[in-house]
């Protein structure tokens, strides 16, 4: 179990999210402040490839939605990941090394993509 809330830092300001949902193979987080929320889904699932093997799935989405002001519409910031592997193998390892190249140098390969490079 992740616990009843989940600690997110973004711009080095601490959200904290309690669980508003606790199913038995998901559950969502939500933090609502005055001009935007923050939500975060956490999902569990298998089934087999075409081989026959069954896979599991482990789906995190994270979202932030600024609420509409008079001079400002609406919008909504996503971000999710998949953890894919063959049931009861781990995918930390790879997970950690893909996040850390994501963030390293102040964001540099998270800036990249956002400008499409590829």
Excluded: C
Excluded at 18 to 26: L, R, V
Excluded at 56 to 65: I, L, M, P, S, Y
Excluded at 76 to 97: C, E, H, P, T
Aim: proline share 2%.
């Amino acid at each position: 179990m992740l616990g009843d809330t989940l600690s997110v830092t973004i711009s080095g300001s601490a959200k904290v999210l309690p669980k508003i949902k606790d199913g038995t193979y998901d559950s969502e987080y939500l933090l609502r402040e005055s001009l935007q929320e923050y939500r975060a889904k956490v999902r569990h699932s298998n089934a087999k490839d075409t081989n026959g093997v069954v896979q599991d799935r482990h789906n995190v989405e994270f979202t932030v939605k600024v609420f509409a002001t008079s001079s400002t519409p609406e919008y909504i910031d996503k971000m999710y990941f998949v953890l894919q592997s063959n049931a009861g193998r781990s995918v930390a390892a790879i997970a950690a090394g893909v996040f850390n190249w994501a963030i390293a140098s102040s964001n540099a390969q998270m800036i990249k993509l956002e400008g499409w490079e590829s």
